[in-house]
C-alpha cells in the first residue's frame, strides 16, 4: 500500500533538498561517458540531423522520468518490488536487466574516470581507474554517505556545465543548421535513436532519481510535488548538458574537422581550443566517469532490496556497503585488464533501449493496480498515454535497429 514505510527511510529528512539531489544523481548519471562517447560518435556520422535523436531523447526523458519517479513515491516500493506485485517473479527479471546493464556501464564509467586523469596527469588509465574507484568507494562508506554523494555530483554537475559553456564561446556555433535539422532532419537513424535514448533514460538511469527520493523520505501522494520539482529540475539539467555537447560537436564536424574514431569526444574539444581544450576533455570526463560511477553504483545496488520491512530493510543495509564495494571493485578490474571502454558504451547504450519499454511496461501496467498504488491515486491519463506510446516507439526502433544489422 502507498502508505506502509519503506525499510531506510529517514522521517526528518529535508524531501525537497533530497529531491534536488536526485535530480542531479539522474541528470548526471544520463551524462556520463557513455553520452560523450555516443553523442561525439553520431554527430560525426550524422552532423545536424543528430539533433532529432537529441530531441526525441528529451521528450523521452520527460515522459519516462515523471512516470517513473511517480509511480515509485506514491507506490512508497523500489521498482523491483512494484515489479514483483504486478507479476510474481517480474521483478527478478528487472533487477537482472537493470544491475547487468549498470554494471557493463559502470566498466565504461570508471575507466572514463581513469582516462580522465590520465589526459590530466599522464598516469595510465588504469591506474587512474583505480584512483577513481577508491575515491567513490570513499564516498559511499563514509557517515551520512547519501548527503555527501548528493554534494559530490552536484559539483561535478558545476563543473561540466562551466567546461562545455567554454568550448561553446571559443567555437563558432552552427545554431540555425541544429535547430532546423532537430525538427526536419534529413535522415532518421534508428539506431542513434535506441542507442542515445538507452544511454541517458534507459537501465538503470531511469531509476536513479525516484529510488534515492524514495530513500530519502518521499512516499505517497502528499509528495508528488517533490517529485515534478526533482524529476524537471533533472530533466532540464540533462537536457542543457545534451544540448551543449551536440552543439559543440556539431561546430568541430562543420568546421571541416574529422573525429578521431577511437576517441571522438576528445577530438571536439582538441578541435576547439588546442592542447587546452584536451586538458579540460580530461577533467569533463574524469567528472562524467565519477558522477556516474556514483549514480550507477547506487541505483544498481538498490536493486539488490527486495526489504517490504523494516527488519528485511535492516539486513539489506548491512550489506550494502559490501555490495558497493564490490560492485565498483569488479567493474575496475574487468577494465583494468580489459580496458578499452569505448565500444561498450555505446553498445550497452543500445541494449539499454531494450530494457526501457519493458521497464516501463511494467510499471504503467503498475500505475493502474490499487492495490500497489492505493484506492485514491489516479495516474494522470496522459502521463499514462504518452508512457505507452514510448513503449511502442522504443521496442519499434529496437527492432528496426536489430533488422538493420542483418
Not at 520539482?229 to 542543457?240: D, P, Q, R
Amino acid at each position: 500500500m502507498a502508505d506502509k514505510k519503506t525499510p531506510g527511510v529517514n522521517p526528518n529528512s529535508n524531501i525537497r533538498s533530497v529531491a534536488i539531489g536526485a535530480a542531479f544523481l539522474m541528470a548526471m548519471a544520463a551524462v556520463g561517458p557513455g553520452f560523450l562517447t555516443q553523442t561525439a560518435t553520431f554527430t560525426g556520422q550524422l552532423g545536424a540531423n543528430f539533433g532529432f535523436a537529441i530531441l526525441i531523447c528529451i521528450l523521452v526523458d520527460i515522459i519516462v522520468q515523471l512516470n517513473i519517479w511517480r509511480i515509485i513515491i506514491v507506490a512508497g516500493k523500489r521498482a523491483q518490488v512494484i515489479a514483483n506485485d504486478v507479476f510474481p517473479g517480474l521483478g527478478y527479471l528487472l533487477s537482472f536487466l537493470v544491475a547487468v546493464g549498470g554494471f557493463f556501464f559502470n566498466i565504461g564509467n570508471i575507466g572514463g574516470a581513469g582516462l580522465g586523469l590520465n589526459v590530466l596527469f599522464g598516469i595510465s588509465p588504469e591506474n587512474g581507474a583505480i584512483i577513481a574507484a577508491v575515491i567513490a568507494i570513499s564516498i559511499f562508506i563514509v557517515r551520512n554517505a547519501m548527503r555527501v554523494m548528493d554534494r559530490t555530483v552536484q559539483l561535478l554537475a558545476v563543473i561540466k556545465i562551466g567546461i562545455l559553456l567554454y568550448i561553446l564561446w571559443v567555437t563558432k556555433v552552427p545554431f540555425q543548421a541544429a535547430a532546423t535539422h532537430a525538427f526536419v532532419p534529413t535522415k532518421v537513424d534508428f539506431y542513434s535513436i535506441v542507442t542515445i535514448v538507452g544511454g541517458t533514460v534507459g537501465g538503470y538511469i531511469s531509476f536513479a532519481g525516484g529510488h534515492r527520493l524514495l530513500e530519502g523520505g518521499a512516499q505517497g501522494v502528499k509528495d508528488i510535488k517533490y517529485v515534478n520539482e526533482g524529476a524537471l529540475t533533472g530533466i532540464g539539467i540533462a537536457s542543457v548538458i545534451r544540448i551543449m555537447l551536440f552543439l559543440a560537436g556539431l561546430a568541430v564536424v562543420m568546421a571541416g574537422f574529422k573525429l578521431d574514431p577511437a576517441n571522438p569526444a576528445a577530438s571536439i574539444f582538441q578541435h576547439a581550443a588546442g592542447n587546452f581544450g584536451y586538458k579540460f576533455f580530461g577533467l569533463l570526463l574524469f567528472a562524467s566517469g565519477m558522477s556516474s560511477t556514483l549514480g550507477s553504483t547506487f541505483t544498481s545496488t538498490s536493486f539488490l532490496d527486495y526489504a517490504v520491512s523494516d527488519q528485511a530493510g535492516a539486513v539489506f543495509k548491512r550489506y550494502r556497503g559490501s555490495f558497493i564495494i564490490g560492485f565498483i571493485a569488479i567493474s575496475t578490474a574487468i577494465f583494468y585488464f580489459v580496458g578499452n571502454p569505448a565500444q561498450v558504451l555505446v553498445l550497452v547504450g543500445a541494449l539499454n533501449g531494450f530494457v526501457l519499454p519493458i521497464s516501463m511496461a511494467i510499471l504503467l501496467v503498475a500505475s493502474h493496480r490499487q492495490s500497489i498504488m492505493g484506492g485514491q491515486y489516479r495516474h494522470p491519463r496522459w502521463l499514462s498515454w504518452t508512457g505507452w506510446i514510448v513503449v511502442v516507439f522504443m521496442a519499434y526502433a529496437g527492432v528496426r535497429t536489430v533488422m538493420g544489422l542483418f
